[in-house]
């Protein structure tokens, strides 16, 4: 199931800030626990407990490093909210008008595009059907319908590919930004490399990554203008 953050329905400046960032699926979990069935309240346990709070970008004495899926999302969530590439920690945490501080990933949506895997033995790299795109995708619209977001960052080609009729452009404004609308509203959508990829494209290793501050942080930082 999805992660949705406890303050995911914000405002920037009066306006709604509802961010849903989309992969491909749920890659082959060491724990067994979580091959399957996973309900939201593990799955956010996993993202903002898991990544959020007891991981850190780069590892130190007590805590272990976020995989690059998760490191590139921590960039993408900071430039979002005005914080700035970094890896410092506690920029990551949010001070709202009105209430206490929160962390990033209690403020944004982790909705993949399927809500099942395949992957071959041993590897978590999905080889997701026909079968699986199809069956799947009447559940991402009905996220979609649920959350109602204004701001969606698509993470890989496949992802952004199978979704252009669920998120068609009805207008672009970059090369990697466009508008859509869906059932339910309007929003803004990024389209990026997932953060692993490989070679130019990978942007979750390094804050000095070509593609993150060429593509990514530009952007996010003209979409959140958009808004």
Same mark, same amino acid.
């Given at each position: 199931?999805?992660?949705?953050?406890? $303050?995911?329905?914000?405002?920037?400046?009066? =306006?709604?800030?509802?961010? +849903?960032?989309?992969?491909?699926?749920?890659?082959?979990?060491r724990?067994?626990?979580?091959?399957?069935?996973?309900?939201?309240?593990?799955?956010?346990?996993?993202?903002?407990?898991?990544?959020?709070?007891? $991981?850190?970008?780069?590892?130190?004495?007590?805590?272990?490093?976020?995989?690059?899926h998760?490191?590139?999302?921590?960039?993408?969530?900071? +430039? *979002?909210?005005?914080?700035?590439?970094?890896?410092?920690?506690?920029?990551?945490?949010?001070? #709202?008008?009105?209430?206490? %501080?929160?962390? *990033?990933?209690?403020?944004?949506?982790?909705?993949?595009?399927?809500?099942?895997?395949?992957? #071959?033995v041993?590897?978590?790299?999905?080889? %997701?059907?026909?079968t699986?795109l199809?069956?799947?995708?009447? $559940?991402?619209?009905?996220t979609? =319908?649920?959350?109602?977001?204004?701001? *969606?960052?698509?993470?890989?080609?496949?992802?952004?590919?199978?979704?252009?009729t669920?998120?068609?452009? +009805?207008?672009?404004?970059?090369? $990697?930004?466009?508008?859509t609308?869906?059932d339910?509203?309007?929003?803004?959508?990024?389209?990026?490399?997932?953060?692993?990829?490989?070679?130019?494209?990978?942007?979750?290793?390094?804050?000095?990554?070509?593609?993150?501050?060429?593509? +990514?942080? #530009?952007?996010?930082?003209?979409?959140?203008?958009?808004?």
């Amino acid at each position: 199931m999805s992660h949705v953050g406890r $303050h995911f329905d914000l405002q920037l400046n009066g =306006r709604p800030l509802r961010i +849903v960032v989309v992969g491909q699926e749920s890659g082959w979990a060491r724990r067994p626990a979580f091959r399957r069935r996973v309900n939201m309240a593990q799955r956010s346990a996993a993202v903002l407990g898991g990544s959020g709070v007891d $991981h850190r970008y780069y590892a130190d004495a007590e805590h272990g490093p976020r995989n690059p899926h998760m490191r590139g999302t921590t960039s993408a969530l900071r +430039v *979002i909210f005005g914080q700035g590439l970094g890896s410092d920690w506690h920029d990551e945490w949010i001070q #709202p008008a009105n209430g206490g %501080p929160f962390h *990033i990933f209690d403020g944004f949506a982790l909705v993949n595009r399927l809500l099942c895997s395949a992957s #071959p033995v041993g590897s978590s790299q999905g080889r %997701p059907t026909k079968t699986m795109l199809a069956n799947c995708l009447e $559940h991402f619209e009905a996220t979609l =319908r649920i959350l109602e977001p204004t701001l *969606i960052v698509l993470q890989g080609s496949l992802v952004a590919k199978s979704l252009e009729t669920a998120l068609p452009a +009805v207008k672009w404004r970059g090369d $990697h930004l466009y508008t859509t609308s869906y059932d339910g509203g309007e929003a803004l959508v990024c389209t990026f490399s997932h953060p692993s990829a490989q070679r130019d494209k990978r942007w979750g290793d390094s804050l000095t990554a070509p593609y993150l501050n060429e593509v +990514v942080v #530009p952007t996010l930082r003209r979409a959140t203008r958009l808004l």
